[in-house]
């Protein structure tokens, strides 16, 4: 098994953008091994996912940004440049309820989901038991009114010190500053328990009863200032009927909850995640 | 096969009254084939569907309403009585979209669905060809602002002429009026396009496409005097990704609008719907 | 709107395949509308639909074939060209039950689904007025044991006779003989009434009542000598329950049948199938 | 909140039954909670699941099970009587895949499931560091071929001391001998990594590949002496395509078998299973 690279790219929409960008890896030696691409037909905008094998490359890992960037010159293109061994750090966020953290950490712990996890965060001291078991250090971090500028300074800090590269809102039920939200822009994945755009804000389970609805759901999204209004990466559903209480829809959504962001976060470290304006291309 | 009385009935939930149900089949020595109840808590409201054999039941139907509305007196009940062999009287509703309407005929013409369908009425001539080549008398009635109130009292003349007993919104693009809604209340069962509470009104595809969401619905409702408000009946929803244009996710969907609303109404002939508010109890 | 060519292709995989083709297009002047490759890793072969608008393009659909069968030889690729514009002629053979004949001529009917039917072939005459009143052509084969060689050879003829470029088995009750399958291979598709490979054979919601299953499905999929193993192109599943009968399963079961019958000849007639071995792929 | 008493029973079917039972809840001035019943109408017998709150019910725990026996004796009833304030003793085998326990485990932590778990068997080493951070025992009992008889009573003393109610088959990778599937029968929960009975055995996910399947699944089962062949208690699936490798399945049927497994033990704890012959009866 060698390691492969994986270009994230998109630019104004063209011809013979696909050609241009498999000459370039079938030149240097390369073997694709994977290409989806899509044209936003209203934005008139490509997107492509290139993934090749770099074994018998031309190019090594220090010599390949800079041909990207020749490439990209001509096209007007943004690009991002991934290796499939790099093991993203993830920081995860957490208040009180325990039941994604549990699952995301699990994961982590059984190698299913490969990135490190230099820290758990909590406004809240629940977790902590549970986190430093598996050896993570737990950093409590109390949100107050008045103390949330300063908090989250100290947060940021914190992640920076830590040198990581995304964050997991795991039912962190607090709202992070504009500030907070650009440093991180496109890299703080959050879970919400409604079928987005239906029941943003607080109790979603109780709006949903009330409504009477027959299916509920989980949304997981990138976090802008806008709230419950990102980017979406991933949703799921599961039927309720009449004879499901409150506590009901929250126990059956606590699985939706956990699935929904286990699989953006994965989509999200296979780098198959690519943002244009406030909708997400998820490749296979 | 002997024929089954139903009986849907709901009140003030109190010690006992399973009991009392029960019993009073089993001393008229009728066999209980089904029976399923709900205690709205928050209601503190009992409600119930009991189905029974008629095989050797002590009491003929036209002493069975008589007796039931004795235990009704008792408990403050309100109820209504079917019979398994019933056959209701539906009449269709259509604009110029013909899948629902197609689907539900092909349902009707397969004896998959046991109902009567005198009438179809259109506000469009599109299609009527289809309709009488399965010998359904079509009614084109042409809604304007100015002959609405006129229409629609046309309208309700034929579905009186008709004797139907339910109507039914296969993608009729007209707002009906208070006074139809009132005298049909919870038997006008229309299909919406989304999946409610999201995406109500109008374009519903094209909202679900800009806001991109990943997985779209449609939903089956009573209708009431509030615009796609009404008593949710039956929801579901299919996975959506970037590569799906306004064109494929109207394409999508138009499966699940026939297959919610074919739901619905099989549960609505079943005798398996109380409404219960502006919520609905759907019995397995 | 301007026509798109449609490229369907497989050749053993080796670098530089995605370049060729779509440096192919871009020098004739076209413009990739989307592509989609697969490699099978264990069987080392490439896969590809490519599909480019037609608007400049510089060569006519009368040269096109050549061109591309010189880029075939070169690289031992098999291939098919479509056209956005094509209107494949359809058969659909039924026997008694008329769900899924009825659903996929709906479809015709709202053009839906943009295909001719020239003709319904059956060995029941059950289905003819439903047909017959669309003003497609009926014809009755009966077919019994000392006919069957013969009967079919009858509708090899009038399949001959109308163009007919695909079949599909919409229940049709009799199993096809080794001649007939050859000669429409990869053009036949059934729906089989059981999530396959569970459940082959005549009675599948029996055996799925017997077995206690919680989940029924369907299953559509290409014809071939061995009875229900062909590859399959779509499957899809309801839930089902102890309260389930298996006349309700076979209720339920009924909606399953249309569905993954019309997605399948969807993605057909769409050119996003192709057979690798025992199995497909479908793009999408 | 007062704690509710919970009566499961299956008797051959006959009139009044229902009526027997409200009538005893309600004559000791119990409040029937939620009743839902089944009648196998091929075996023509009667189930039942009787919820009623204990709040001023007229007899005690210790009196209860007596009154009960007096009425099963009337009707050839087998029964069994439970407490919605009973915390099950649960043991967890797992082999060396630990996706399965650490969920089931992680659902414990959070409370999210009330269950103890006094133990946690396996005949590999590979879980013990997680599951004593938890601070749970953890018995490793490595199985060979001349041991297994002697290790299976070794299990059996540890479930005994422990007081054991019901075993998890965490992808517990050793078939359980004869003695002890009848000594805990109807109390060993397996999950098994295929939608069953499609693909029984020990690597379903390359059977479906080879099969070129469009769904996969995951089945949870008591374990019976028929190798993954006993009552199903749930089951689930999900999509895969031919873009999916074998180790995209894996990937994608462990969020199947973590689910399928906590849902089947869910609702074996809330008392909501009942077995009938080799089906199960899952109520609401």
């Known amino acids: 098994m060698t390691d492969n690279a994986i270009l994230l790219t998109s630019c104004p929409d063209k011809r013979g953008l696909i050609g241009t960008f498999s000459n370039f890896v079938f030149e240097h030696n390369g073997n694709i091994v994977n290409l989806e691409q899509h044209v936003d037909a209203e934005e008139q905008r490509f997107f492509m996912r290139l993934e090749w094998s770099l074994e018998d490359f031309a190019l090594t890992r220090s010599e390949l940004p800079n041909a990207v960037e020749q490439l990209a010159r001509n096209h007007g293109m943004s690009w991002s440049l991934h290796y ?77 010190e830590h040198n990581v590269d995304f964050v997991v809102l795991a039912r962190y039920m607090q709202i992070l500053g504009p500030e907070f939200v650009a440093r991180f ?85 296979q780098r198959k995640v690519l943002v244009s304006g406030n909708r997400t291309l998820v490749f296979t």
């Open 84 to 160: 499939s061994d790099e093991v993203p750090r993830m920081a995860v966020f957490v208040s009180r309820q325990s039941h994604c953290l549990l699952d995301i950490l699990s994961r982590v712990q059984s190698r299913e989901l490969a990135v490190e996890v230099p820290l758990v965060i909590s406004n809240h001291p629940d977790c902590r038991p549970f986190v430093e078991a598996l050896g993570i250090a737990y950093h409590e971090v109390p949100i107050s009114a008045d103390s949330k500028a300063e908090q989250e300074s100290r947060i940021i800090a914190l992640l920076a």
């Open 185 to 269: 822009a496109n890299r703080i994945i959050n879970i919400h328990h409604s079928f987005l755009p239906a029941f943003p804000g607080a109790r979603p389970y109780h709006s949903a009863h009330e409504r009477g609805v027959k299916i509920i759901g989980a949304t997981s999204h990138y976090v802008t200032r806008d709230l419950d209004a990102g980017p979406i990466i991933e949703q799921d559903v599961i039927r309720v009927s009449h004879s499901d209480s409150i506590e009901d829809m929250v126990h059956k959504g606590r699985d939706l909850e956990r699935l929904v962001l286990a699989r953006a976060v994965w989509k999200h470290v």
